[in-house]
Every structure is written in C-alpha cells, then in structure tokens.
C-alpha cells in the first residue's frame, strides 16, 4: 500500500501561484493509497432518466466522469485502475444502447491517447475479443500499442468482460497445456492460475469502488478482488467527481485489513 501525500497538489498561495509543499516530506501528512482500484462505474441509466434524458445522454454523461478520475489516480500515485465499462451480461440490452457504448468507447480511446501519452499512462484491454466489433478491437490495439512503453500507471479497460468467462478460460488454458505434457498439473498454484488471467502481471485490486448503490459485484473480477475492501456509494457515476474518489480513499485509509490474520494492538509497556 503506497503511503502518499494526502494533498500532492502542494499548498496555494493566496495569490493563487502553485507553491511546494512547505512541509518536510517526513512531516507531511500521509494517506494510504491503493496500488490497484478497481471500479464499477454504475448509474449511467438512473442518471439519464431521472433528468428526463435517453439512456444513452446517461452513458455519454459518464464517459466525461472517467477523465478526472483517471488524472486524480495518476497524480496520487496509483498503480492501476481497472474500470467495469461493459460486461459480457450488457449484450442483453437494446441494440442501439449496445450500438451507443461501443462507440463511445472508440471516441474515448481516440480522444484520450493525448492524455495518456502525457501521463505515462498504458492502456489495457480486459475481457473477451470474440463479440466485439472490429473497430473496437482496432481501436484498443492502436492505443495499446502506442502505450506500451508507458510505466506510470496501468489504465485497464474492462470491456466485453465477465469474470466467470475469465477463469474458465485460464482453466481451459492450463488444461491444454497439462494435456500436452508441457505443464505438471501440481505445479498449478494461484500465482500460475492469476498469470493466465486478463490482469497478468498487476497487483490484485485493494479497493472497489461501486457507483450507484447496489452491493454486489456483477461478475467483475471475482478471483481478483478477493481481499478488497469494498466501497458503495449511492452516487451515480456520472456524478462521481474527484470529492467522491477522496471520499472513497479516506475510507480505504481508515480500514482495517487483517487478510485473516488478527490486527496488531500495541503491546502494554507494564
Ligand atoms: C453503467 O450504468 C454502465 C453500463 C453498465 C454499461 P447503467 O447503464 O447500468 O445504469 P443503471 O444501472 O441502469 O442506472
Ligand atoms: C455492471 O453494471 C457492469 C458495468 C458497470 C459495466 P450493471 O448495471 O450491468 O450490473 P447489474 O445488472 O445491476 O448487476
Ligand atoms: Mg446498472
């Protein structure tokens, strides 16, 4: 867990120039930060409905809240973020809904490389290929290969992803592999089952965050998040702006992770 600054933007002047923080580095004051957050961006519809709007004004509405979000985590020293945007459960709704997120997501990859390029932010799918449209599938293979270099942070991008479908499909890949002799089926432990997921090689998230009030997961990374500490707001995403992340990481600060161990009190000095 990165131990940061808790306001690395550093102190304003009151003439309003940006100065460093004058504070030591040892003195300031800290907060814990996830290495990896991981959110399910929900209440895009509830958000265009109760203002009278079509589903998708919600979805185009919240494509604009993951910009901040995304700048916030990169500032902060965060090592991942992984955003739920479309499940494989999501084909299940109307066509021209569907139609409207998948092109979204082809704006939004064009429109943010510039963003990312800044930031050193690398682009990463997760989900499934099969179902997905072409230029989706070009769209994410040009900003991927254009931010491979970038190591300051991971954007995943979960995209035609369900969780299920991930394991089975690493269970499958691990089986061939036995089949054919190339792999003992001892030498399958979590590390071998977690390399053939989708978020190979990434810290597991610590923190979920869900928009929109509901408390379940919706098959997004169900290996994954097995240890995180969960985060519910009722705010609907496209209101969730950089207020609500410092909301969600106070309250990750102030968590107890005992990963089934037992705290450390401290030892009376008697
Ligand atoms: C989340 O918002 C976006 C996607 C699932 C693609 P919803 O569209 O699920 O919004 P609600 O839950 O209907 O309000
Ligand atoms: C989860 O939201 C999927 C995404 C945010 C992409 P849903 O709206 O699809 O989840 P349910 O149907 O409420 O479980
Ligand atoms: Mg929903």
Redesign the pocket.
């Known amino acids: 867990m990165a131990q940061m600054n808790a306001d690395p933007g550093g102190w304003r002047a009151c003439d309003g120039a940006q100065r460093p923080d004058p504070q030591p580095a040892a003195e300031a004051p800290t907060m814990s930060i996830p290495r990896h957050l991981a959110v399910i961006?929900?209440?895009?519809?509830?958000?265009a409905t109760s203002r009278g709007k079509p589903?998708s004004a919600?979805?185009t509405a919240?494509v604009e809240a993951v910009r901040p979000l995304v700048t916030r985590c990169r500032e902060l020293g965060v090592e991942a973020v992984s955003l739920y945007?479309?499940?494989t459960e999501?084909w299940a709704r109307e066509k021209e809904e569907v139609h409207h997120?998948m092109r979204l997501c082809v704006a939004y990859l064009a429109s943010e490389l510039p963003l990312f390029q800044a930031n050193g932010i690398r682009l990463r799918r997760l989900g499934a290929r099969e179902g997905l449209p072409a230029e989706v599938l070009d769209a994410f293979a040009e900003v991927e290969e254009a931010t491979a270099a970038n190591d300051a942070m991971t954007l995943c991008l979960a995209i035609n992803y369900g969780s299920r479908a991930e394991i089975v499909a690493a269970a499958r890949t691990l089986a061939r592999r036995a089949v054919a002799g190339g792999l003992d089926p001892a030498a399958i432990d979590e590390a071998a089952f977690s390399a053939e997921l989708t978020t190979a090689g990434l810290p597991d998230p610590d923190l979920l965050i869900r928009t929109?009030g509901e408390m379940r997961l919706s098959n997004f990374l169900l290996w994954q998040l097995s240890y995180a500490e969960l985060y519910v707001t009722d705010t609907?995403?496209p209101d969730f702006d950089n207020a609500a992340l410092a909301a969600a990481f106070a309250s990750f600060h102030g968590r107890v992770r005992r990963f089934g161990g037992v705290p450390e009190v401290p030892t009376p000095s008697t």
């Not at 961006?41 to 958000?47: K, L, V």
């Open positions: 961006m929900d209440g895009n519809g509830r958000w589903r919600g979805h919240g945007s479309f499940s999501n997120l929109a609907l995403w």
